[in-house]
DNA sequence: CTGTTAGCGCATTCAT
DNA sequence: ATGAATGCGCTAACAG
């Protein structure tokens, strides 16, 4: 026996009085007398009145709410940034509708359309591997939506945008091998199409070149995925060519865990033979064993800034004119997959 | 300069018909002619035309939206679980708002309120564990709000539930143990009132009961939270009692990770000194050192399922007159950080 | 085939 | 201090 939820009418009806007073005892108006107030408290309870959050937003055009999509929940990465966008918003009274796109170009097209259609304020997003144009993005734009681009950068679409200094962490990683004496370093590489894979490729080869290392293309492997799966084939590439690699930068920790399996099963030490080190310094990380050096990513934070900028945005509704572009900085975290200094 | 969105009056005058024409061209009713529904068509087109979802939703009381409750969003159990709903309801076009409790009961008391005030069709919820009554749940029912329980039971709220079979799970990893001759066998158990952890215990008890083997209170230790660290304190805790356990059974495998790491810290060998289980198998599992053996939980499926019950009472608006109780089955798997038969 | 009317639940004029 | 009227954007019942 579904009830239907009673209204601010029901309430009017049953103490004979309009339904306009009503709404303005219940945001405790100033122009309403005490007693009234009171008898519309009580009768609310009463009645179990609970606004319709619909009817208010039609009303005021906004519904407090942003869209957060990403390529998937599942990664340690990118749940902890909603983790840290969830504790800001909160306080500003906003609800978060979390999307996942699976790295699909039409998924997250999909998601987007669904959610400017329900009305959502501003969006959160960082872009799938398969997605290769904005005109999508620049809708919302167009709309008045407020957009924030977080960790992947949409090259080509101008907006706020909160990232990681992607190539710097690639830098300290290699800085770090080159100085323990690693000389054949592999990069097992991410999707080309996503900026913080070819940042952290611009720094792995920056950081050779300014050693004096040849660029070598043989020690250079692609994985299309993030997973420890196709960590294990692409090492296996790697290591079935001619010459080894005396150390291996992984595009993030799931890829160098698949990685130091694939070396263990051929008998190889760690660090000994091969350096290991990862990206993103996920909490396991330190349990493997040998524990994995990683670069560590601001992740928390990166969530707490890209929100921090669209509730700025959607508080002072002036146009947007100029776009905020923050780089966050990551940090090399030593541990025992590479050789000591 | 943000435009105001287009709307279907917008397009009914600049053709001079009327709204209700509009509509039902935009909705390709039979009633209207051919001509009609092109140029209308191709108006809303011309003036990007966005249906106002809210207005639809306020006028149906159907918002194809459903909230789902998770204790944490980063836990690769509550994540995975999360996909299997998302692609389950993604087929009957319902919308995912994803939110977590952090284990408080304010928190999630809260987040189902607003969810309610915006006028989720239904709930997937799965308790924090500080959650000890349930008048917040209570209440939707009254509602009307259909709601499904998953992996964390609702002692006392009688509604549909999907859950693992945690005893059998444990059950299944004592007799492991036992079989392969370990005596003195710990437990980390969770947080008390999780009914997770409850049937777990049972499990625990139930197989040492079977086999003769005296329950030892000094072999069990009880974690907060479900991290490594908290694995890691149990297990020094453990460790330091008089006489040493010879296997560890662990509520997760996050904690199982930390009780290793500790043991390996005291000079131990795993398994020969102590052999350990954990509960979820992660995907990372297999790739720890010895690799951990586990009990793998149905939870893609758990998602699924519970999502699946909840579009049957979606579909069919029948009251719901008997709750559904599912119980999934997990399996043990076995690795090296226990012994071989 | 199309237009008119009404109403979803609410907040905000404008009266009184 | 309160009520009546209006409209947010849309759909549906009821005319014609």
Redesign the interface.
């Known amino acids: 026996?579904?009830?239907r939820?009673s209204t601010i009418t029901d309430i009017a009806k049953s103490l004979n009085i309009a339904a306009s007073t009503v709404s303005r005892a219940l945001h405790d108006s100033p122009s309403i007398s005490k007693e009234t107030k009171q008898a519309v408290m009580k009768m609310a309870k009463q009645m179990d009145y609970?606004?319709?959050?619909?009817?208010v937003?039609?009303l005021s055009k906004r519904?407090k709410?942003i869209g957060v999509i990403v390529p998937?929940?599942?990664s340690?990465f990118f749940?902890?940034v909603?983790?840290g966008v969830?504790d800001m918003v909160n306080e500003a009274g906003y609800?978060?509708?979390?999307?996942?796109s699976n790295e699909s170009f039409e998924e997250e097209q999909k998601l987007i359309e669904?959610?400017?259609?329900?009305?959502v304020d501003g969006f959160l997003i960082s872009p799938a591997s398969k997605t290769m144009k904005f005109t999508h993005l620049e809708r919302l734009r167009?709309?008045?939506i407020p957009v924030v681009v977080f960790d992947r950068d949409c090259p080509g679409f101008d907006a706020d945008r909160v990232l990681v200094d992607d190539f710097d962490g690639a830098f300290q990683a290699m800085e770090y091998l080159i100085k323990t004496g690693c000389r054949r370093i592999a990069h097992i590489a991410g999707p080309k199409n996503l900026t913080t894979c070819q940042h952290r490729m611009d720094g792995y080869i920056k950081a050779l070149q300014k050693h004096q290392i040849p660029v070598d293309e043989s020690l250079i492997e692609w994985v299309e995925g993030f997973?420890?799966e196709d960590g294990e084939e692409a090492t296996k590439r790697l290591l079935d060519r001619r010459s080894r690699p005396d150390a291996i930068f992984a595009i993030n920790d799931?890829v160098a865990?698949?990685a130091?399996?694939i070396i263990?099963d051929k008998g190889l030490r760690i660090p000994e033979d091969i350096s290991i080190v990862g990206f993103d310094d996920e909490?396991?990380s330190k349990?493997?064993?040998p524990s994995l050096t990683s670069v560590w990513q601001p992740v928390y934070e990166l969530g707490m800034l890209s929100s921090k900028i669209l509730m700025n945005h959607l508080a002072s509704d002036l146009?947007v004119t100029q776009f905020r572009y923050e780089l966050l900085k990551p940090e090399l975290i030593v541990r025992n997959s590479s050789r000591p200094v």
Chains 1, 2 share one sequence.
């Open positions: 026996m579904k009830k939820p609970q606004p319709n959050m619909l009817a937003s039609l519904t709410t998937e929940i599942t340690y749940s902890t909603i983790s969830q609800k978060l509708v979390i999307c996942q669904t959610l400017a259609l329900n009305r167009s709309s008045g997973t420890s799931a865990i698949g130091m399996a263990r909490p396991y349990y493997f064993h146009d």
